[in-house]
Structures are given as structure tokens and as C-alpha cells.
């Protein structure tokens, strides 16, 4: 990733820094002696390594099947995963530590100092979401680097994942960043007057409000959190997430915030291209009802739009032609081919001529 100004920003995914650690040791090629599920191998043995659940080990016999550094299957090897401890270590928690220790991953956080504002359903949701949210960031890094602020008694209950696994902090995010010598932040706020850029991603700490269903008493509660922070000296930018120039269609769940963000940072994606790539249908047709009347034509007692603009939008917004439709029919329009419409005109124009 090349800035404006020249320089070139690095962000290694833990996957990438497990590999060259396996090559300074000499290992070109490894197994495992249990079943990997996730995409990508070399992620898995890493996290469950620093979960504390195995290590690299060299075998007396090859196992038969290994992955070269490529991630392809390559013939055997005599180095493997193993899920149990072993004696024979070249690779456990301690060296991937000290290796991953040379870089400066920044801590997503995830600002729960509004849970107690939620309903029981909304608390589920945002639950749900915070699952989802550890997932994700086990995809890219390893668990420590997510952390969860304000975490009561009721919200630890409420979780569906290892909470020993993430970060789990019991005070306030301002608290947890004195305590990390983080004395600036990103705050992912979708009232902020200016986009995240990659230039923002050398920040050592990124917060998400832990807030669904925006609406009510909850509606603008994420500038809130930015002034908590201010109050507290903690210097905050305000960054938004916006789809060619505006937050509707953008996906306001915890998840998909992160992972927008996680694929900007760690595959280099343009913010539009990572939107289309999660965005969920509901959400694109939201801002396909913003769209469409822009391109309304009355034509004889009818307000009727283009079939074809379906393509124009289609290359940004996550939707189908049944998606296409839906809105169309909500808006109560008609979409006519574009020559149809034409020789609508013509034949309306020749009308009122004679």
C-alpha cells in the first residue's frame, strides 16, 4: 500500500508472519497430525498455537500430506502441526510471541459502555455480532488484538466465544488505552465528516461502538463515545465508512464494520470494493431507494426508470435483478428498456406535433 506522500504502509496478516518464521527455521513444507478446517492452514496452526493448544514438531516419520509456504499441497514432510505437547518442539507459543512482537498490530476495540442501554433482544443481537466479530479477527490476526471495554457481569454471560481468548477489559476504553500508552484512536463514527483512509491505518488502536439499532435513545451514540474519550485525554479521529460518498447501504453491524476495515488494512481493498463484497442485500436495496428516483421519467401518466441503469448500479451495490425489481416495485416506478422508452418519446412527440 503506497500513500500519497510516498511512503508504503505494512500490515501483516498473522498467517504471513508464521510462514516466514517456518522458513527462518529452515521448514519449506509442514503437516498436521489433526484435521485443519479453516481456508487457510497456516492461520489455523498459528492462533491455535497462541491458544496454547500445540506446536510445530519434527516427526521420526514424514506425514504424508504438508502445504508448501505457497499454501499448496506439496508431498510430505517432516514437520507438522500437533494439537498435543510434545517434546520435540521447534515452534511454540513463545517464538511466535517474540516474532509477532516485532510488528505494531493495532487493537480493534469494541466499546461496550452502552450495553446497558439495550433491550434483552437487541442485547442478543450485539452478541451475536461480538461472536462474529472473533471469528473475523482470528481470520487476520489472533485473538488478543480484540478487545471488549466496559464488560459487566451480564455481558460476559451473554457471550458465545472464549472470553480468555480476546481481550477482556473491565473498565473503560479510555482506561485501557492509558494503561497501553495509546494516547490517540480511531473512532469508527458514521457522523464523522471524514472517510478512513489508509493513511489513518498506522493508528495503534481502532473502536467500534457496541450499539445496534441506532435508533431512539441510541441514535448518535458513537459521537458520545468520542467525547468520553476527549474528556479523558485520549485524542480522538472520527472516521467514517462511506459508499461513494454516503453512509446509506453501508452495513452498520459490528461484524461487517470490522471486516470492512479488516480488508482494507490486510488485503489492500479500496473502501467500495470491500463494501460490495459483504454487503448484505437489505442493505444494498436501502440505498437503491435512495438512488432510483434520481432517474424517474414521467411519461404518460407514468414514472417509469431505465431496465438497463440495473448494470450501472449493479457494479457497486450488492444486488440482484430480484433485488432490483423489489425496489423498483416499492417505488412504485416501472423499468422499461431504454429504446422502449425511446420510441415512447417519438411516438408521444409525433402526437402532439400533429
Known amino acids: 500500500m503506497i500513500f500519497p506522500w510516498g511512503g508504503v504502509f505494512h500490515m501483516k496478516r498473522l498467517s504471513l508472519i508464521f510462514k516466514e518464521l517456518l522458513k527462518k527455521e ?19 496452526m498459528a ?20 502445504w508448501n509456504l505457497d499454501g499448496e499441497l506439496a508431498g510430505s514432510s517432516y514437520y507438522a502441526y500437533s494439537p498435543s505437547d510434545h517434546d520435540d518442539i521447534i515452534i511454540g507459543k513463545e517464538k511466535i510471541i517474540e516474532e509477532i512482537s516485532k510488528y505494531e498490530h493495532p487493537y480493534f476495540i469494541i466499546d461496550l459502555m452502552y450495553w446497558d442501554e439495550h433491550t434483552i433482544k437487541e442485547k442478543r443481537k450485539l452478541a451475536l455480532q461480538l461472536n462474529q ?13 480484540l478487545v471488549l471495554t466496559w464488560l459487566n457481569k451480564e455481558a460476559e454471560s451473554s457471550m458465545h466465544f472464549p472470553l480468555s481468548r480476546i481481550t477482556s477489559f473491565k473498565g473503560p476504553t479510555h482506561q485501557f488505552l492509558a494503561e497501553n500508552g495509546i494516547k490517540e484512536a480511531i473512532l469508527l463514527d458514521p457522523w464523522a465528516k471524514r472517510d478512513i483512509k489508509p493513511e489513518d491505518f498506522t493508528s495503534k488502536a481502532f473502536i467500534i461502538g457496541g450499539i445496534v439499532d441506532k435508533t431512539g435513545d441510541k441514535k448518535g451514540t458513537t459521537p458520545r463515545i468520542g467525547e468520553k474519550l476527549q474528556e479523558n485525554k485520549i485524542k480522538v479521529k ?37 463494501i460490495l463484497e459483504i454487503q448484505p442485500y437489505r442493505d444494498a436495496r436501502w440505498r437503491l431507494r435512495k438512488e432510483l428516483p434520481k432517474h424517474k421519467i414521467k411519461l404518460k401518466g407514468m414514472a417509469i426508470i431505465e431496465k438497463e441503469i440495473f448494470h450501472k448500479y449493479s457494479r457497486w451495490l450488492n444486488i440482484r435483478w430480484k433485488d432490483f425489481q423489489k425496489v423498483v416495485d416499492d417505488l412504485n416506478l416501472k423499468a422499461v428498456e431504454k429504446e422502449k422508452i425511446k420510441k415512447i418519446k417519438e411516438k408521444f412527440h409525433h402526437i402532439i406535433s400533429n
Do not use: H
Open 26 to 44: 529452515g521448514i519449506g513444507k509442514v503437516g498436521s497430525l489433526c484435521r485443519l478446517g479453516w481456508n487457510d492452514p497456516f492461520q489455523e
Open 133 to 145: 466479530s472473533y471469528g473475523l479477527i482470528r481470520d487476520y490476526l489472533w485473538g488478543e488484538r
Open 47 to 66: 492462533v491455535s498455537i497462541l491458544d496454547g493448544r500445540g506446536a510445530i514438531i519434527r516427526l521420526n516419520e514424514p506425514v504424508k500430506l504438508a
Open 238 to 274: 472520527r472516521r467514517k465508512i462511506s459508499l461513494m460518498g454516503d453512509t446509506v447501504g453501508v452495513p452498520d453491524r459490528i461484524n461487517l464494520i470490522l471486516e470492512i476495515l479488516l480488508k482494507m488494512m490486510f488485503e489492500d481493498k479500496k473502501m467500495e470494493e470491500a
